[in-house]
Each structure stands twice: as C-alpha cells, then as structure tokens.
C-alpha cells in the first residue's frame, strides 16, 4: 500500500519547487506576514519554510498529514470550492510518503509550541522506542515544516530531478512569483548556512515594487497596469455574482522592454498556475508591438469563481483551465492592447 502511496504523492510532487509551492500556499492561506524558506542541496536535503501564521492546534497534529486532511472546508456548501482552490489536504500527506517530515507550530492560544514528526500519512516517534505523540518543544508563534530527504525512497523521482543548483533556480522562481503576488508578506529565501538570503522582501511592498525588487528596474519602468472585469464587458448582461463574474488585474511591459524569453507569472484565486494556452494568447499582443525574436514580461491575476475553475481536479493535470476561457482572455488582451497602444501615442 505505501508503495502506491508513494507513487501517488509523487504525482503530486513533482520537484523541490513542488513541495515548496504547496507549503507557501499554506503559509498564506494560515494568514502570514513573514516566510523564510531554507535549502539544502536544491532542496532535496533540505526544504524548510518558516512562517508567523496562525499555527496548527496540537490537538489537530495527530492527523495532519492524513489525506484528505484540511482545516479549510468549514460547511458542506463549501465542497464545490474546495478542489478548486487547491485544497485537499493533501500536500503533507503526499510529502510525508516521500521524505522525512518534521512539524513544529504554536498558536496564540498555546503557551509552548509542539513538534511532531511524520512518516507515511502518519505521526512518528523521534527515535525508535520513544512515543510519536508530539512534545513541548521551543518556538515562535507559526508554523515552521522541516522536509528533509525528498524521494529517498522514490528512485524514480529523484534521478527525474536536474542538479541542485538548477532545482534551487526552481525554487528561487517560485519565492519570486509568490513573493511579487503578495507583496504585503515579507520572503525570505537562503541556502542553508549561508549568512545572506538570495530573496529579501520586505512586508507592506506594493507589486510594482516587488516587480522592481526582484526583476529588475528596466522592466518595472516599463510596465502597463490594468485592471478589468466582467463588469467592463457590454456586450453581455452577466449576473454580477453568478459563474460568470471575474475580475482580473495585469502588470505587462510596453514596448520598450524586449527580453529573449518571456517571463509569465499567472495567479488563478491567488494560487500560481500554468497555462500554455493562456501564456500564447497573451504574447500574440504584443505582435506589431515588439520586434520579432523579442519579448516581453507579463503578471496576471485572475479571480473568477471557483466553481467555474478547474485547477489541480487531478493533480497529474498542471495546466488550468477554466470556464468561458477565451472570452476573458480575449477581453483581457484587448484591454491591455488598448493600454500599450493609448500609452505609445
Ligand atoms: P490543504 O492546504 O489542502 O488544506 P495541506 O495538506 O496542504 O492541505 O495542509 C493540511 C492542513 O494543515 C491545512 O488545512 C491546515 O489546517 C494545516 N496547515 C498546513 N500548513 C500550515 C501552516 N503553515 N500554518 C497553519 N496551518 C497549516
Ligand atoms: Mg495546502
């Protein structure tokens, strides 16, 4: 049975950037202002991210990385938005099949924090003889996950992984992206032992400035923000609240920025997403806009309905897809088309 467990988690997670991705995401979802990731080796020796969030209560330890563990769903009415949004509960479970887990947490109400540790969806001992109950251990207010070996037990995967310095650009890239998604939570990402982060934001930034920190000046000064929704859309009476209503907002850069290779961040209800789709349609903007062989940086956040979206239905499926796609997207781009052109004159 954890054989199979084991190739299920490893559909999951894919890669050090992976696991890390799913982690993040919990960090935010628990209300964090401050998220320090840690690694060692690409992350497969080492992969641990520390927050200030909310923490997890002790009595809930014991099951938190069963599958199909989740605080978020608190009513039946929420199950159709469940999946949707990335939820679960099965991100821990699926990195406790396929390393060596370690939790440490404490919420307000605690006076101590406790540590547990995981193996196979479930908590144990520290040592061998000693109790997999969690014990009273030192720590701040949050939750700080230690993942440590990634896939020692999943030959397949590991040999699947590039070298090190390569899976921590993996890594690098999602901090980064989180990190100019929510720019109000300050990022920090280091190799361990090493005395200055590779990534530092501060708290309470703006995404301009984030786009700034951490790609650079020449694109910052060149980018176009738009925002647009379902409610800018004339042609069509939608009902405000209904599966239709969506808002979105864009950070593109104009003409004056041409890159090799396009760098596109896309957040779908805050999680990062992948769309090879929605990347292209968004390019083809910028024909007659930059030269042939150029082009150019683009940040899309897209709120839509979650019952209208189908993100991570099955997690072997990385590519989002949602409904009345191309007319959103279409909307959009004209939009921005209209924003870059306005802009040039
Ligand atoms: P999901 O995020 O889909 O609920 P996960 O397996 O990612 O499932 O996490 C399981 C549960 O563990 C979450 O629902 C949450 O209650 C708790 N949890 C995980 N990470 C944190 C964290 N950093 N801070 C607070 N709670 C957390
Ligand atoms: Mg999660």
């Known amino acids: 049975e954890s054989v199979i467990n084991r190739i299920a988690a490893g559909e999951i997670i894919h890669r050090p950037s992976s696991a890390l991705k799913e982690l993040i995401e919990n960090s935010l979802?628990?209300?964090?202002?401050?998220?320090?990731?840690?690694?060692?080796?690409?992350?497969?020796?080492?992969?641990?991210?520390?927050?200030?969030?909310?923490?997890?209560?002790?009595?809930?330890?014991?099951?938190?990385?069963?599958?199909?563990?989740?605080?978020?769903?608190?009513?039946?009415?929420?199950?159709?938005?469940?999946?949707?949004?990335?939820?679960?509960?099965?991100?821990?479970?699926?990195?406790?099949?396929?390393?060596?887990?370690?939790?440490?947490?404490?919420?307000?109400a605690e006076t101590c924090a406790w540590k547990a540790y995981y193996a196979d969806g479930a908590l144990i001992p520290a040592k061998e003889g000693m109790s997999p109950d969690p014990k009273p251990s030192a720590?701040?207010?949050?939750?700080?996950?230690?993942?440590?070996?990634?896939?020692?037990?999943?030959p397949t995967r590991l040999s699947a992984l590039r070298g090190s310095s390569e899976e921590y650009a993996r890594i690098l890239d999602v901090v980064t992206k989180y990190a100019i998604h929510n720019p109000s939570v300050a990022f920090t990402c280091k190799k361990a032992g090493s005395p200055t982060p590779d990534i530092t934001t501060?708290?309470?930034?703006?995404?301009?400035?984030?786009?700034?920190?951490?790609?650079?000046?020449?694109?910052?000064?060149?980018?176009?923000?738009?925002?647009?929704?379902?409610?800018?859309?004339?042609?069509?009476?939608?009902?405000?609240?209904?599966?239709?209503?969506?808002?979105?907002?864009?950070?593109?850069?104009?003409?004056?920025?041409?890159?090799?290779?396009?760098?596109?961040?896309?957040?779908?209800?805050?999680?990062?997403?992948e769309s090879s789709r929605i990347k292209k349609a968004l390019e083809s903007i910028y024909n007659g806009i930059l030269p042939k062989g150029t082009s150019p940086f683009m940040y899309l956040s897209l709120q839509l309905d979650p019952r209208s979206v189908d993100v991570n239905v099955h997690p072997t499926k990385r590519e989002v897809h949602f409904l009345n796609e191309e007319a959103i997207i279409e909307q959009i781009s004209t939009k921005i088309l209209e924003t870059l052109v306005g802009q040039s004159q």
């Not at 060692?40 to 080492?46: H, P, R, S, Y």
């Not at 009415?77 to 699926?94: N, V």
């Open 139 to 154: 720590g701040n207010d949050g939750t700080t996950i230690t993942v440590e070996n990634l896939f020692y037990n999943t």
């Open 202 to 273: 501060p708290s309470g930034s703006n995404i301009k400035q984030a786009i700034k920190q951490l790609y650079g000046q020449t694109i910052a000064k060149d980018l176009v923000h738009v925002n647009t929704s379902s409610d800018d859309n004339e042609d069509e009476d939608e009902d405000e609240d209904g599966e239709n209503s969506w808002t979105a907002e864009a950070y593109f850069t104009n003409a004056n920025y041409q890159s090799k290779k396009t760098i596109f961040l896309l957040f779908i209800n805050h999680r990062l997403v």
């Open 29 to 108: 979802d628990a209300g964090s202002t401050s998220i320090r990731v840690t690694v060692k080796d690409g992350g497969m020796k080492l992969l641990q991210i520390q927050d200030n969030g909310c923490g997890i209560r002790t009595s809930d330890l014991p099951i938190l990385a069963e599958r199909f563990t989740t605080s978020k769903i608190s009513s039946f009415s929420d199950l159709s938005k469940l999946t949707t949004y990335g939820f679960r509960g099965e991100a821990l479970a699926s990195i406790s099949y396929v390393s060596h887990l370690s939790v440490v947490t404490k919420t307000k």
